[in-house]
């Protein structure tokens, strides 16, 4: 399944920013839901999961009580609230489908990108 990602923008450190992933034509029930960044010159990473069933989140420690996913009750969209942002935050951000949220902090060849949507936290 595609997914499309929006939200990104320019924001001042301490800001905050929603994201949305969104499956052209389908919901993302059946699916785990994972959001990635990739900062330039780093390696991609996950930094937070929602399970398929129970809509459980999972969140890397970077970004722990700072960043929020969730899933809309329709099942179309998955989101990421983004609060006080900080500047090592810039990244493009991707979301990904998986069948679960084992060891969602690493990708794999498995995972199926879209373009991505830049956020950049600077003042």
């Known amino acids: 399944v595609q997914l499309v990602e929006s939200g990104g923008a320019l924001v001042q450190p301490g800001g905050s920013l929603r994201l949305s992933c969104v499956a052209s034509g389908r919901t993302l029930e059946d699916y785990a839901i994972i959001w990635f960044r990739q900062a330039p010159g780093k390696e991609r990473e996950g930094v937070s999961c929602?399970?398929?069933?129970?809509?459980?989140?999972f969140y890397v420690d970077s970004v722990k009580g700072r960043f929020t996913i969730s899933r809309d009750n329709a099942k179309t969209t998955v989101y990421l609230q983004m609060n006080s942002l900080k500047p090592e935050d810039t990244a493009v951000y991707y979301c990904?489908?998986?069948?679960?949220?084992?060891?969602?902090?690493?990708?794999?060849?498995?995972?199926?990108w879209g373009q991505g949507t830049q956020v950049t936290v600077s003042s």
């Open positions: 929602i399970s398929r069933s129970l809509s459980i989140p």
């Open positions: 990904a489908p998986r069948r679960s949220c084992t060891q969602y902090s690493d990708t794999r060849e498995s995972d199926s």
